[in-house]
């Protein structure tokens, strides 16, 4: 069966340091990949996604993800991280062929240190 | 493009009382999905529809949850006789059927709190 894992459920890091959020996905071919930020009490923002070619993907607010099949992992990074990027974020995952159903891991939160 | 709508924000209602959400996905969107979040984890996928035809349902989706999308634009989520178990923020997407995937767009969501 498909899952996502998002080993750290908790990060905090101070502001301007660079961040990495780690997601591993389980699958026996090339899912779709995505990620996506919740802040308080609100809906998903989608920052960026994976479908095929470019295994560096570029999104939104200056983040990046890097799909790594070798390592069936698909991780967030931004290089300099500020105050509002304090929220909750998704990994998910679709599968090609499927009728979209999105399959999410647990979510990591991010606290930002001033 | 207005985004995703949901109605109610947030709904209290006593245990064993029918509840109905509503979703006004993007339009021109022909898939819609409803999802369920609990405190702490992500969202879990209980039901999907392209146009007006409901083509998936979680087993999640217990027979005291339906679904509905007349007409293939807005969709309603009813709960009858909730339980205090059905605490959760309830979130709409929706996603123009696209190649090779779909891009998922959610609305603000539903919390509601059973008592």
């Known amino acids: 069966a498909q899952s996502v894992t998002q080993p750290d459920i908790h990060i905090t890091v101070s502001e301007g340091a660079s961040l990495e959020l780690r997601c591993n996905y389980s699958y026996g071919a090339t899912p779709y990949l995505f990620w996506y930020v919740q802040s308080p009490g609100q809906g998903l923002q989608l920052l960026l996604k994976y479908f095929s070619g470019d295994t560096l993907v570029q999104g939104i607010k200056g983040f990046e993800a890097e799909f790594k099949r070798s390592q069936s992992s698909f991780n967030l990074r931004k290089p300099s991280v500020h105050w509002s990027d304090a929220a909750e974020y998704f990994c998910?995952?679709?599968?090609?062929?499927?009728?979209?159903?999105?399959?999410f891991g647990q979510g990591t939160t991010l606290q930002v240190k001033p | 493009d207005t985004g995703v709508s949901q109605n109610p924000r947030h709904k209290i209602t006593k245990r064993g009382q029918n509840v109905t959400f509503r979703c006004d996905p993007i339009s021109e969107h022909n898939r819609l999905y409803w999802y369920r979040q609990t405190l702490g984890q992500g969202p879990e996928f209980l039901t999907y529809f392209q146009n007006e035809a409901q083509l998936e349902k979680s087993r999640l989706l217990s027979d005291r949850f339906s679904a509905e999308r007349p007409k293939g634009s807005f969709s309603t989520l009813e709960i009858q006789r909730t339980e205090q178990g059905d605490s959760a923020m309830y979130l709409c997407?929706?996603?123009?059927?696209?190649?090779?995937?779909?891009?998922?767009?959610f609305g603000p969501g539903t919390r509601l709190t059973v008592l």
């Open positions: 998910a995952v679709g599968r090609p062929g499927n009728t979209g159903k999105l399959i």
């Open positions: 997407a929706s996603s123009l059927e696209g190649r090779p995937a779909d891009t998922q767009y």
